[in-house]
């Protein structure tokens, strides 16, 4: 596939990977009480990392040595992200969870302002303001009292935005694909398999079949294609963008709950939604249509 075609598909593949991501989270909630949070990354990311290297073997002879360090890079952060919310995930609640680790949406233009001296737009400003709002709504529980797993929550929104960053600026005149088995085999999955080791979480007895369907679901669907789509789609995609549309799946995760958790929508989580939408209008249009119309009305 040509750089061409896989920018114009860049931003569809950032919303598909975030639906794959919204499915997994009334899936994670049950998966966490059979099986160690460790083992389960250590699984997901070394059985993604074995698919992508396998699928892509022939574009191996272009590697070099800085692709290590940047997929090392991006590998690390990832990790540190995934590991703080899930522990931050253990001392607060999902809805808390959700929103604290969508902060991303607000650090990442002032990060990249900050590290590559591109001041955001007011558009971006707005939507990444329009967007935690939405969050917030739909993830709202009925209070924001601060504890320590809402803390953890919060740090780990600052380092998703380092690897919305990292990803942005390291894949640039690299081979993505080849990036991303680094990212999930060099850094990810030998960083969990520590965890998994270090805290006894290695089943040794097995685990029950149902398991073993969810850590597949898991290790095919959010992480080979989902993080595969994110790390293409963020490619070709400013990070203040690809910020807003990867927070997407807070809505989609709630949506599937509703679908499949029996979980009730409430009055707030729809107008969360609609603050959530008009927020991706506004990264990606500028609201240019509105200022087409007033400008032919005049």
Known sequence: MNESTLSKLARPLIVLATLIWGSTFFIMKDALDEVNLMFLLAFRFTFAAGILALVFWKRWKSVDRSYWWRGGLMGLFLFGAYAVQNYGLMGTTPGKN?????????IVPFLYWLVDRQRPDRFHLLAALLCIAGIGLVSWDGGLALGLGDGLTLFSGFLFACHILAVARFSQGRDIFLLTVIQFAA????????????????????LPT??????????????????????????????????VLLALEAPFGVAFSVLFAQEAPSPLMYLGFLLIFLAVVCSETKFAFLRRRTEAGT
């Open 98 to 106: 959700a929103f604290f680790t969508a902060v991303y949406c607000v």
């Open 187 to 206: 850094a990810t999955a030998a960083c969990c398999w520590v965890g998994a080791l270090a805290s006894g979480g290695v089943p040794t007895d097995g």
């Open 210 to 243: 149902q398991a073993w369907l969810v850590l597949l679901y898991l290790a095919v669907a959010a992480t080979t294609l989902a993080l595969l789509f994110q790390n293409i789609g963020q490619k070709y995609t400013s990070p203040a963008s690809a910020a």
